[in-house]
């Protein structure tokens, strides 16, 4: 069964830039959530979607941060404009009701 | 939500069991017990989930105290490749959400 892909891998831009991050989810899989995690922390929910709805978004600095989920598959998440403390990995996950499964994140980095 | 304390980082020799302990004294009934690792430069999976009984898959085991506001990942025989951060989480059950705090970084010694 293949896995959650992301893509970037690796992203570096300048502050102020744009920069979007696409996230597949295995096949099935309902609920789907982006996480930032900052070198040394844990994982922290930005937003969660169940299809292509949102159920959590408390998490997500909307004046800078949007992600959409188009007919309930594939999502993407958007900064735009980026700040330094944006670096950070980005790592999507999709489940199909108890387990999540992460994809191998997308490392920003922010200059 | 409920929050879970974990030693900030242990350490194990290789082909020894390791016990990765979890304190979470506010649990309410309705919350699970569940466990993820990181490995390096990868995202977070799955290792177990848990209620009141003991649970037992493939990767590990978990003891779960009864009281329930302590439980413990077992590993039954580390390797190298279990050398990864481990992540205690309770999860509501009326909710998809899982919290992550710092977790526990395990080296594991050859």
């Known amino acids: 069964e293949a896995g959650v892909a992301q893509s970037p891998r690796y992203k570096i831009i300048e502050k102020r830039q744009s920069v979007a991050f696409w996230c597949n989810p295995i096949?099935?899989?309902?609920?789907l959530y982006w996480y930032q995690q900052i070198l040394g922390q844990g994982p922290k929910l930005l937003i969660q979607?169940?299809?292509?709805?949102?159920?959590?978004d408390s998490q997500l600095p909307k004046d800078r941060f949007s992600a959409e989920r188009l007919k309930g598959v594939d999502s993407t998440l958007k900064i735009q404009p980026a700040k330094l403390e944006d670096s950070a990995v980005y790592l999507c996950?999709?489940?199909?009701?108890?387990?999540?499964?992460f994809g191998p994140g997308t490392r920003l980095t922010v200059l | 939500d409920a929050k879970t304390t974990q030693p900030n980082s242990m350490e194990s020799n290789e082909e020894e069991p390791v016990h990765l302990p979890c304190n979470h004294s506010?649990?309410?009934?309705?919350?699970?017990i569940h466990w993820y690792r990181q490995l390096p430069s990868q995202g977070p999976e799955y290792v177990i989930h848990?209620?009141?009984s003991n649970v037992n898959n493939r990767m590990a085991s978990l003891a779960i105290a009864e009281d329930r506001k302590s439980s413990t990942l077992i590993l039954h025989r580390a390797t190298l490749r279990d050398a990864a951060v481990y992540y205690c989480?309770?999860?509501?059950?009326?909710?998809?959400?899982?919290?992550f705090g710092k977790g526990t970084r395990l080296h594991i010694l050859p």
């Open positions: 989480i309770l999860r509501d059950n009326r909710d998809d959400k899982i919290i």
């Open positions: 979607f169940q299809n292509n709805g949102v159920v959590d």
């Open positions: 996950a999709s489940s199909p009701g108890v387990e999540q499964f």
């Open positions: 096949s099935g899989h309902a609920t």
């Open positions: 506010t649990i309410s009934g309705t919350d699970y």
């Open positions: 848990g209620l009141t």
